[in-house]
């Protein structure tokens, strides 16, 4: 139960990463303070919210427990259906964030010189329609019958793998790549830093 809920666990703490764009936008003279304050209560908060939530959940509803939470109560209620909707209109509104760099990113991949801001309009409104349609019309052309099974499987492996390396090898990475040689790297931090590239490559693989 506990490494089948790995794959939940590096999801929440992906977010972590964003602390490095927040440290390299910080002032010269700010940065250490940064370092000391704002990096260690990032660790310790966001793993006190996932080991408090992972301790109530596994208390409320055992081995059993649901990577949905949701799931784990009773879904025809107007209560959870609310939360359920409430849910959808995050990720409706959240994934277009996203969507933003991946427009970028297939931009530049087909021409690098292109800027995505000065395409023309109608350019710009096939690409994106483009780069939404493809793969909604390949997750609808699948029968429901066989969404589960292999192609659910395929799909869990294609979104964990990313997702485990984006949480427990990218950020000790990052901090080797902007810290090592300078003088806020502190040792400590730095043996840390290349302890969890090689366990985040194993757990990487576990989830």
């Known amino acids: 139960a506990v490494f089948g809920q790995l794959g939940t666990m590096s999801y929440a703490y992906s977010c972590q990463a964003v602390i490095f764009e927040a440290y390299q936008s910080t002032t010269a003279q700010d940065k250490p303070m940064f370092i000391k304050g704002s990096m260690l209560l990032a660790t310790v908060a966001g793993g006190m919210l996932l080991a408090s939530m992972a301790v109530w959940g596994y208390a409320a509803f055992g081995e059993n427990s649901q990577s949905n939470i949701l799931g784990n109560f009773n879904v025809h209620s107007t209560a959870v259906q609310v ?14 964030n996203d969507f933003v760099i991946l427009r970028l990113f297939a931009v530049h991949f087909f021409d690098p010189r292109l800027n995505v801001l000065q395409l023309t ?15 909604t019309l390949i997750m609808a052309s699948v ?12 799909i869990d492996l294609t979104g964990d793998l990313p997702m485990g390396f984006s949480c427990f090898v990218l950020p000790p990475a990052l901090y080797l790549a902007v810290f090592s040689g300078s003088k806020d790297c502190e040792s400590t931090l730095w043996w840390a830093a290349c ?3 090689v366990g985040g490559t194993l757990l990487m693989v576990v989830c």
């Open 83 to 96: 939360t359920m909707m409430v849910v959808v209109v995050h990720l409706a509104l959240y994934i277009p």
């Open 121 to 135: 309009p109608f350019t710009f409104r096939a690409i994106t329609l483009g780069l939404y349609a493809i793969p």
């Open 143 to 154: 029968r429901e019958k066989d969404v589960l099974g292999v192609f659910s499987y395929t």
């Open 195 to 197: 302890t969890c590239v």
